[in-house]
């Protein structure tokens, strides 16, 4: 069966940095776009960053040039690294499975989803 497994995450200090891994299992991972998604009290799911199957990639604006995703198709792992981080940052983060080929931008696009781990940004 399809498994996605988070790790990383965490308490950190505004302006440090965390990854984030999730491994991927049950599936062709090389085929699908993945992405990864947060939700912050009060707000609805956003998609944060998003790359093809291919390797090409999507960051939303608000992470544009500080978050980096990608994957190592030998390993079945999808990575986040985050840089410069900020309070507004703070959020449960997950990653889910999108689609073969490219990625979606809206959280309909995906069907499996990790289990979600807790990020906070102390100012």
């Known amino acids: 069966q399809v498994q996605l497994v988070e790790s990383g995450g965490g308490l950190v200090q505004a302006g440090g940095s965390l990854r984030h891994s999730c491994a991927a299992s049950?599936?062709?991972?090389?085929?699908?776009?993945m992405g990864w998604f947060r939700q912050a009290p009060g707000k609805e799911r956003e998609l944060v960053a998003a790359?093809?199957?291919?390797?090409?990639?999507y960051y939303a604006d608000s992470v544009k040039g500080r978050f980096t995703i990608s994957r190592d198709n030998a390993k079945n792992t999808l990575y986040l690294q985050m840089n410069s981080l900020k309070p507004e940052d703070t959020a449960v983060y997950y990653c889910?499975?999108?689609?073969?080929?490219?990625?979606?931008?809206?959280?309909?696009?995906?069907?499996?989803w990790g289990q979600g781990t807790q990020v906070t940004v102390s100012s």
């Open positions: 889910a499975r999108g689609p073969t080929g490219s990625y979606y931008y809206t959280e309909f696009g995906y069907d499996y």
């Open positions: 049950g599936f062709t991972f090389s085929s699908y776009a």
């Open positions: 790359i093809s199957s291919g390797g090409s990639t």
